[in-house]
């Protein structure tokens, strides 16, 4: 089952595509193409139809996986996930090293590959999140860097686009209960994520993050109060020290419960996910298997 999103990467994913077909069908695979028109559509699909197949592959960004994984969360026995990634920031596919906006490669990493157990978030009660639930001024940096910065700089565009936030920065009072721990402060930016990289600024190591342990990592920025504090951050994040930072907790957990003043915006996989005074967190080990 292949769910395409036609949009996603301004229609690029043609070119190639009957090729990529090709190697499908000669690998053993009868494919069946399902065209989303709207949002949500992939998850529709994927809940109606995924049980009747072996393998359901996504053509689209990494919304698109999320909408996919959002309906095998229905399914008691959902089959193996393949992504094609096509978006703009591909975040997941860097996560997993799978090529991005080229449907032979991968194409050939789906046949080549191996199913892996990877953790899937849960939102509240009802919604879900593939790799990252965020909230705070710098979950929008990783759309927001200009695309030829990203090519010229790699990580570090993504690093000067945050500081050119920094005057703009909320302070959120915010009380955050998670395993074996509590905090309660003001910070700039928060998340709860199953992702090698965070808002495009923070990348972890290999040994941090682990994508089927039952695991989430959950980031506070805290607020420094001063510009010395703002340095000591970029530090940490350019060099990858953030044990050494006053002003970053990151720990591993199962779940997190997050307390606010005042209505709070977040992000699900970079799409808008609702304004909450109250929200849980969860981590729910290993229900889906992608393959990479």
């Known amino acids: 089952m292949l769910i395409i999103n036609p949009a996603a990467g301004h229609g ?4 190639n595509f009957g090729e990529a077909l090709r190697l499908l069908d000669g690998a053993g695979y009868r494919t069946t193409l399902f065209y989303t028109t709207g949002p949500l ?10 049980k009747d197949y072996d393998t359901v592959a996504c053509v689209g960004g990494d919304g698109t996986l999320s909408e996919v994984i959002a309906g095998l969360m229905t399914l008691t026995d959902p089959p ?12 997941i596919a860097t996560t997993l090293g799978l090529p991005k906006n080229d449907t ?8 080549q590959g191996t199913p892996h157990p990877f953790d899937v978030g849960g939102f509240g009660k009802d919604a879900y999140f593939a790799y990252i639930a965020a909230f705070g001024a710098f979950t929008e940096v990783s759309y927001t860097t200009p695309q030829d910065q990203k090519k010229a700089l790699g990580h570090l565009a993504y690093v000067l686009q945050g500081m050119a936030l920094l005057p703009k920065l909320e302070s959120i009072p915010t009380v955050v209960e998670y395993d074996g721990g509590r905090f309660e402060g003001r910070v700039l930016y928060g998340s709860m ?3 090698s990289s965070v808002a495009g600024m923070i ?3 290999d ?5 089927g342990d039952g695991l989430s990592e959950l980031v506070l920025v805290k ?13 940490a994040v350019l060099t990858q020290t953030y044990e050494e930072s006053e002003n970053l907790l990151i720990v591993h957990t199962k779940k997190a419960r997050f307390h606010f003043e005042k209505p709070v915006a977040w992000t699900r996989d970079g799409e808008a996910g609702g304004e909450f005074t109250d929200v849980e967190l969860c981590n729910y080990n290993a229900p889906v298997r992608i393959i990479f």
């Open 80 to 91: 193996d996930v393949g992504y094609f990634p096509m978006g703009t920031t591909n975040d």
């Open 193 to 195: 994520s199953n992702s």
């Open 41 to 50: 559509q992939a998850t529709e699909y994927a809940a109606r139809y995924a």
């Open 223 to 235: 607020d420094p109060g001063n510009m010395e504090g703002v340095g000591d951050i970029l530090s």
């Open 104 to 111: 032979l490669s991968a194409a050939r990493c789906l046949i």
């Open 12 to 15: 690029g994913y043609e070119e």
């Open 207 to 211: 040994s941090m993050v682990q994508l």
């Open 203 to 205: 990348k972890f190591t």
